[in-house]
């Protein structure tokens, strides 16, 4: 293990000294003095403290920000904004990566000096000024400048995000927003303010009004339609943090959105990324929350047979978010009617019920109570055929919460008068089961 002491004094390092524990991430050993004393690894931006230990910069700042306040190796108390870039050590480190090239040690490259939130404030000044004066092409640049100095590092996203990146840019693309056009470059500069403003989550409550304006929701609109895959997936993520704490009467205004229900399904339909569909998953899922219209226009564009499909094979992340979904189209007289319909709808809520997780098991009962409590269909015999009372009564045995508990013993009572049926039990999901059907 690499020894702790040294120099209270920052400045050159003693001779090198190696020591037999290797960095995995090398084929050859490492200085001791070269490692951070907290991670052991070598250290690619290392900094000075006040009690003149020298440590890589992620490393004690991810220390001191868990609430510890004293140095690790001399106990004394030590401040976040006293660090020191140690220049001569990360020559001496670099130097040392060079020499090394041969066994696979890669030059650890020149770490940027952290932003200050003057700094900070000075650019996010800049995109303001820029909006204010229609200037799409320099918010833009400004945008992503912003974007690659928040990604760098997460001590330099905080410091950002604390200056009000979120409200500058929401605002600044609210400003932009009502002049863009599917064809226009500042399309473009459009995705990347909302690609910068995706890093600097979360979004208060001014940036939200921003984002959720009429000109901003029409060009995300566009966006999702036209943009690149990088431009949708951002509009997604800002789409989905605005949406996840909205008011009903507000995500019933931003349903409504012309243009919106269509791109959002379509991202299901024709997927770019496993990221993107769930994300749209999501979104629509806040959407269609206590909102029984916007339910029905997600139905009328063929959602609930998307997510059947879907739903056939997907992961375990998938087949929550659009059970979830599903559940939700099913609160609508529309959607129910289209559930009873589909030739999937029983058999795969049925199959992943205590397949899947507790989430998708909760959702599943929920959606199949939904559907037989309302259907004057076949829907409670198929469901019956394809095992799902036996599945019910070990769900109650297995234990569910209070909600789920009620609606799957209310479909007991629904499904016992059709047990006449003949079932088709798959005997796998039933081990355990500890009382008789009858």
């Not at 000075?122 to 229609?134: F, H, K, P, T, Y």
């Not at 609160?331 to 019920?353: D, F, I, N, S």
């Not at 929920?366 to 394809?386: F, H, M, P, T, Y």
Request: proline content about 5%.
């Amino acid at each position: 293990m690499a020894s702790l002491s040294r120099s209270k004094r920052p400045g050159p390092i003693p001779a090198i000294k190696r020591i037999l524990l290797e960095d995995p991430s090398l084929d050859t050993p490492v200085p001791d003095h070269f490692r951070c004393p907290i991670s052991l690894d070598l250290m690619r931006d290392p900094v000075t403290a006040s009690t003149g230990i020298t440590y890589d910069r992620q490393s004690i700042e991810s220390w001191l920000e868990r609430g510890n306040l004293n140095c690790p190796v001399t106990g004394k108390p030590i401040d976040i904004h006293e660090l020191i870039p140690n220049h001569s050590t990360r020559k001496l480190i670099q130097e040392w990566c060079v020499q090394n090239r041969a066994l696979g040690v890669e030059r650890i490259p020149t770490p940027r000096i952290p932003i200050s939130p003057l700094e900070a404030s000075e650019i996010l000044s800049q995109v303001s000024l820029a909006s204010r004066r229609g200037d799409k092409y320099k918010c833009g640049n400004l945008a992503m400048k912003l974007k690659e100095i928040g990604k760098e590092s997460e001590r330099d996203r905080r410091c950002i995000a604390a200056a009000g990146a979120a409200r500058v840019l929401s605002a600044a693309f609210s400003q932009l927003a009502g002049e863009s056009s599917e064809n226009s470059k500042a399309l473009g500069d459009l995705e990347k303010i909302l690609s910068a403003l995706a890093v600097f989550f979360p979004l208060d409550i001014e940036a939200k009004r921003w984002i959720i304006s009429p000109g901003s929701l029409k060009s995300m609109v566009l966006i999702l339609k036209y943009g690149d895959l990088s431009g949708r997936l951002s509009t997604l993520l800002v789409l989905r943090e605005v949406v996840s704490t909205l008011d009903n009467a507000s995500l019933e205004s931003v349903s409504k959105t012309n243009g919106l229900a269509e791109a959002l399904t379509l991202l299901v339909e024709k997927p770019i990324s496993p990221l993107a569909t769930k994300t749209s998953l999501v979104t629509i899922f806040y959407l269609i929350s206590s909102n029984e219209r916007a339910a029905s226009r997600f139905v009328n564009l063929g959602l609930v047979s998307l997510l059947l499909d879907t739903l056939v094979d997907s992961d375990k992340s998938m087949c929550e978010k659009a059970l979830a979904v599903l559940e939700g189209l099913f609160q609508c007289e529309k959607g129910r009617e289209r559930g009873c319909e589909h030739a999937l709808t029983v058999p795969v809520l049925v199959k992943k019920m205590l397949r899947v997780s507790d989430m998708a098991t909760e959702f599943s009962v929920s959606a199949l109570w939904r559907i037989c409590k309302g259907c004057k269909k076949n829907c409670i015999v198929e469901a019956v055929q394809v095992g799902a009372f036996q599945k019910l009564l070990l769900l109650l045995q297995v234990g569910c919460n209070g909600v789920t508990k009620e609606r799957a013993s209310e479909l007991l009572k629904i499904l016992n008068g059709s047990r006449g049926s003949v079932e088709c039990i798959e005997t796998v999901d039933f081990k355990g089961l500890k009382r008789s059907f009858d």
